[in-house]
């Protein structure tokens, strides 16, 4: 009887998987891959803060419109620059907040015809099963990629929206709010290893089965994901490439455990 990885060790493999891709991606040639996600991650990032910019910069205005009466009081002076001083920070990390999470999904929405050949490639170069490239089926992984990381996307700013109104809450809004980080790892995860799910033939409902009884495997996946993305500048280069290559790495070692168990 085959005995079902638990959700810690999932975890850890998913995990030790990243460091398995790294030297995998520049050994096996891969790294080619990163002059593509050099420019998608780098128009991301630039135009990410350039809207980051524009929009606090409008609320900001907008909300300091009614601070502006009686500017000779000096009491009133100070507690208008105090307000505009506390806006001019927080409005900035509101914004990047919302945009780090949604740039996420953008980028694997950009990235997703690369990372579809980055996963199916390290199948490719480990088992030696060969995917006769045909354009149609390409298509579609893309297409499925999209859908997935768009699916997701709706349904973790579904939460957050739920989890702003119980943030304030003690207690109960920490819990929201670990939770939602979580989420977040899951779904990250959840499309890495979609790419394997498709090569393997199972529709988007066997897909989320198969990810919802590895959940380790995705969140471990999902936490590394991030932590890299949050790297300035070249983190969004470095998880498109090697974020694939992890997950399928980690997939892969995981039917192998249960094979040979």
Not at 5 to 16: D, G, L, N
Not at 28 to 44: C, E, M, P, R, T
Not at 102 to 110: A, G
């Amino acid at each position: 009887m085959q005995k079902q990885m638990s959700f810690f060790e999932q975890v850890v493999m998913a995990i030790k998987s990243y460091g398995k891709a790294i030297s995998f991606v520049f050994e096996k040639g891969l790294w080619l891959y990163f002059i593509y996600s050099i420019v998608i991650a780098g128009l991301l990032t630039f135009v990410g803060f350039e809207i980051i910019r524009h929009l606090s910069d409008l609320l900001e205005e907008w909300i300091m419109s009614f601070f502006t009466a009686d500017k000779k009081d000096g009491w009133f002076r100070f507690l208008s620059d105090a307000l505009y001083f506390l806006l001019s920070i927080g409005l900035k990390i509101l914004f990047f907040f919302i945009f780090s999470t949604f740039s996420k999904y953008i980028l694997l929405i950009l990235m997703s015809p690369i990372m579809a050949l980055i996963s199916e490639r390290t199948e490719e170069i480990i088992t030696g099963n060969v995917y006769p490239f045909n354009f149609n089926q390409y298509i579609k992984d893309i297409g499925r990629g999209i859908v997935i990381a768009l699916r997701n996307m709706l349904i973790e700013f579904g939460f957050i929206y739920l989890g702003f109104l119980v943030v304030w809450i003690p207690i109960i809004g920490w819990i929201a709010a670990l939770f939602l980080i979580v989420l977040s790892y899951y779904f990250y995860g959840f499309s890495m290893i979609d790419y394997v799910s498709e090569r393997r033939r199972m529709g988007m409902s066997q897909s989320v089965s198969y990810v919802r009884k590895n959940k380790g495997l995705s969140i471990g996946n999902g936490f590394v994901f991030s932590l890299i993305f949050a790297i300035p500048l070249i983190g969004g280069m470095l998880a498109a490439v090697v974020a694939p290559a992890a997950a399928c790495i980690a997939v892969l070692e995981l039917e192998s455990r249960k094979y040979n168990e």
